[in-house]
């Protein structure tokens, strides 16, 4: 998966505590959760497609702000396009998926993967 990700702008990882917060409240799978640790939000190209992945911190503030309990139960999102695509995970589904910010509603939801690293394949494979 390092090598999906070569090209993002890395971060130090998060804390445990703020790792802890998200799987209790959040319920956030492992995968997502590994890359925080190595990597709190990151940002930049996979291929030719621009991902911005949020931090430990702002995973809970952004999702509040953006009201996803509300338009979208059970998504929580942990980053975007740069535009006005959301990448969440479904936590009923238990699958990544997309969104738009604007209409955000789980009509508009689209799977991508099962996996973070297959995630980062599909948005590889956009280019």
């Given at each position: 998966?390092?090598n999906l990700?070569r090209?993002?702008?890395?971060?130090?990882?998060?804390?445990?505590?703020?790792?802890?917060?998200l799987?209790?409240?959040?319920?956030l799978?492992?995968d997502i959760?590994?890359?925080?640790?190595f990597?709190?939000g990151?940002?930049?190209?996979?291929g030719?497609?621009?991902?911005s992945?949020?931090?430990a911190?702002?995973?809970?503030?952004l999702?509040?702000a953006?009201?996803?309990?509300?338009?979208?139960?059970?998504?929580?999102?942990?980053g975007?396009d740069?535009g006005n695509?959301a990448?969440?995970y479904?936590?009923?589904?238990?699958?990544i998926?997309?969104?738009?910010?604007?209409g955000?509603s789980?009509?508009?939801v689209?799977?991508?993967s099962?996996?973070?690293?297959?995630f980062?394949d599909?948005?590889?494979?956009?280019?």
């Amino acid at each position: 998966m390092e090598n999906l990700v070569r090209n993002l702008e890395l971060k130090p990882g998060a804390a445990e505590d703020s790792i802890q917060l998200l799987q209790k409240e959040y319920n956030l799978p492992k995968d997502i959760l590994d890359f925080l640790r190595f990597s709190n939000g990151a940002e930049g190209s996979i291929g030719n497609t621009y991902l911005s992945l949020w931090s430990a911190e702002e995973i809970p503030m952004l999702n509040e702000a953006y009201r996803v309990i509300e338009f979208a139960p059970g998504l929580v999102i942990f980053g975007s396009d740069g535009g006005n695509t959301a990448y969440a995970y479904n936590k009923i589904a238990k699958v990544i998926v997309k969104v738009p910010f604007v209409g955000m509603s789980l009509q508009e939801v689209n799977q991508i993967s099962n996996s973070l690293k297959d995630f980062f394949d599909y948005l590889l494979k956009l280019s």
